[in-house]
C-alpha cells in the first residue's frame, strides 16, 4: 500500500530527503485547520511508518517535533494524542448545535455500491443450483467472517454502560451526538473532509441516503440523473423505483467522461470517484476539476437555493486500496455542490445498517425533515457502538487487518485468472472488494447463467450497461478463501471457451 489513509498522507508529494518536515508539517496544518482536534489519536509511529514506506525514526522524529512544539502529547502505553489543552484558532464551518428533534426543531434550527453497487437480484447472475459447494462472487461483500466480534461486543458493553436512561426514548432523526462527532473527526483524518457534526446525517446505509436525495429531487421536478455507463444495477435500479430517471453518461480510463455529462441536460448526477463500480478506476484530477467546474456553473434552484447542479458522492470502497495513494473525497473541493455517501456496509457489515451523508446545507434540512417522517431515527445502540469503536481506535485496527486479508484473496484471484483466463484483462486490481475482467468474444450474460448452474454466481458486465459497450465479468473475492476462489474460476474458464 501506497500512502495512508491518515490525512490522505500520500509520501510521493514530500520534497526529497525531507519527508520528517513534510510530515511533521502536514499534522500541524490538519491541527490548525480543524481535522485534528484536540484529544484525537494518532496513529501509531510503527503503523504510520510502514503505511508511508519509510523508518518508523522518520515519524517518532515527526511526532517529537510536534510534541515539543506542544502541539501533540504521548504517554507510554497511551499514544500519542494531539494536546487537549491547545486549539485552533477558528474552526471552519462550526456552527451551534441544533436543538430541535423532529420537524419542529428542524424547521427552527437548521443546520452511502458503498451499499447498492453490485446489489442484484440473484436470477441475474445465473440459474443458480442448490449445490452445496456453491461459489458466491458477487461484489460488495467483505469478508464476513472476519467481523471483529470481540471487539463489537466490547463496544456494545461500553456503550450500554454509559447510557442514561433518556437516551432510550426516540433518538435524534439526524443521529446521536455521540457517532456524529466520532465520524466528524474519523472524516476529517481519512476523507479530507472538514464538517461540523450537525452537518453529518446518520442513514441506514448508502441506499437509504439515495432515497432520501431523490425525494428532495422529485419533489422539485428534478427527475433525471447523470448517471455512470458502466454503473451499478443496484443503484440505478433504485433511484428508478423513486421515479427517477438516470441517464447514462460514458465512463473511461479516467472515470466519468464530464465533456458528455454537459451535454445531458441533467440537473444532478451520482458518481463513484474514489473505485468507480465496476471498472475499478478513479476520477482523474482534471475530471475532478471539471466536475466541480460543472455542479458550480449552474445557479441555484428552487425553495432554499438548493444547487443548480448537484453531485451526489457515492464514496464506494474508499477504505479498500492496496497498491495506490489515497483520494481524498471530491465533496472537499465543494461542499456547497457536493452530497458525500458513505458506510459501514463494506468495512465491517451490511447488517450494521448505518451509514453517513453529508449535504449542502441548501438542502441539509429537507433532507433531515424527510428522515424523521421516513423512519424518526437511526437505532440508538449500534450508533453508540460503532462511535466507541472509532474512537477507541478499534475501527482503524480491524481496517487494517481485513487489508492484509483482502489484498492476499485478490492476489489469489490474479493468479487463478492468469491460470485459468490468460486471454482476460483484469482491471481495478489496486483497491476494492472486486475486480472487473473483459473477455473478448464472448456472451458474457450467457457465461453468468452457465457458471451459476455449475454453482458460481458471478456478474454479467453487460448487466451493469444501460449502452453497448466490451464483454466482461465482474468478480468479488473478498468473501472467498484462495483455494475456493482458483475452483471458482477454473468452473468459469470451462464455460467461457464453451460459448467462443
Known amino acids: 500500500m501506497t500512502g495512508a489513509d491518515f490525512l490522505q498522507l500520500d509520501p510521493a508529494q514530500a520534497p526529497p530527503g525531507n519527508l520528517t518536515a513534510w510530515l511533521a508539517e502536514a499534522v500541524r496544518e490538519a491541527v490548525s485547520d480543524g481535522r485534528l482536534a484536540p484529544g484525537d489519536r494518532l496513529p501509531a509511529t510503527r503503523v504510520l511508518a510502514d503505511q508511508l514506506g519509510c523508518s518508523r525514526g522518520v515519524v517518532v522524529d515527526a511526532y517529537r517535533r510536534l510534541t515539543d512544539e506542544g502541539l501533540l502529547s504521548g504517554r507510554r502505553g497511551g ?82 454502560a454509559g447510557l442514561a436512561s433518556s437516551e432510550l426514548g426516540y433518538g435524534d432523526p439526524r443521529g446521536l451526538p455521540a457517532l456524529r462527532e466520532a465520524l466528524a473527526g ?19 446505509g448508502v441506499s437509504q441516503g439515495l432515497t432520501l436525495l431523490a425525494r428532495a429531487l422529485g419533489a422539485q421536478g428534478r427527475n433525471r440523473i ?120 463494506k468495512s465491517l457489515a451490511p447488517a450494521i445498517r448505518i451509514g453517513w451523508l453529508l449535504a449542502p446545507a441548501a438542502v441539509q434540512s429537507e433532507l433531515v425533515e424527510a428522515r424523521y417522517w421516513t423512519d424518526l431515527a437511526s437505532a440508538a445502540l449500534p450508533q453508540l457502538a460503532l462511535a466507541h469503536f472509532i474512537t477507541s481506535g478499534g475501527f482503524e485496527r480491524h481496517l487494517r487487518q481485513v487489508r492484509r486479508r483482502h489484498r492476499a484473496r485478490r492476489d489469489a484471484l490474479l493468479a487463478a485468472l492468469a491460470a485459468y483466463l490468460p486471454g482476460g484483462t483484469a482491471h481495478g486490481v489496486a483497491a476494492g472488494l472486486h475486480l472487473l475482467v473483459t473477455l473478448p468474444g464472448i456472451d458474457d450474460g450467457d457465461v453468468a447463467w452457465r ?25 468479488g473475492y473478498a468473501a472467498n478463501t484462495p483455494d475456493r476462489l482458483h475452483e471458482a474460476v477454473r468452473r468459469i474458464a470451462r464455460h467461457v471457451e464453451s460459448t467462443r
Do not use: K
Open 79 to 160: 499514544g500519542t494524542t494531539v494536546r487537549s489543552a491547545w486549539a485552533p484558532s477558528s474552526t471552519p464551518e462550526t456552527r451551534p448545535a441544533c436543538a430541535g428533534a423532529g420537524p419542529a426543531g428542524i424547521n427552527e434550527h437548521p443546520a452511502s455500491p458503498s451499499g447498492l453497487a453490485g446489489a442484484m437480484p440473484p436470477d441475474l447472475t445465473g440459474q443458480v443450483t442448490s449445490r452445496t459447494d456453491l461459489i458466491d462472487l458477487q461484489p460488495g461483500l467483505p469478508d464476513l467472517s472476519a467481523f471483529p466480534r470481540a471487539a463489537w461486543a466490547r463496544a456494545e458493553r461500553a456503550a450500554l
Open 451 to 475: 457458471a451459476g448452474e455449475d454453482g458460481v454466481r458471478v456478474q454479467p458486465l453487460s448487466a451493469h450497461r444501460m449502452g453497448d459497450g466490451p464483454p466482461g465479468l465482474v468478480i
Open 186 to 204: 474519523w472524516l476529517a483524518r481519512t476523507r479530507g473532509l472538514r464538517a461540523h457534526p450537525d452537518d453529518i446525517l446518520v442513514v441506514n
Open 226 to 345: 447523470g448517471f455512470e455507463d458502466p454503473g451499478s444495477y443496484g443503484a440505478r435500479e433504485h433511484l428508478r423505483r423513486w421515479a427517477m430517471e438516470p441517464v447514462p453518461v460514458p465512463v473511461d480510463q479516467d472515470g466519468l467522461d464530464v465533456a458528455a455529462l454537459a451535454g445531458t441536460a441533467v440537473d444532478a448526477v451520482l458518481v463513484t470517484p474514489a473505485h468507480q463500480f465496476p471498472t475499478g478506476v478513479v476520477l482523474a484530477p482534471d475530471r475532478r476539476r471539471d466536475l466541480v467546474a460543472w455542479a458550480r456553473a449552474a445557479p441555484p434552484s428552487g425553495p432554499g437555493g438548493m444547487p443548480g447542479h448537484l453531485v451526489i458522492e457515492d464514496d464506494y470502497d474508499a477504505e479498500h486500496r492496496y497498491d495506490r495513494p489515497p483520494v481524498p473525497a471530491l465533496r472537499a473541493l465543494a461542499p456547497d455542490h457536493v452530497v458525500h455517501l458513505g458506510s459501514v456496509s
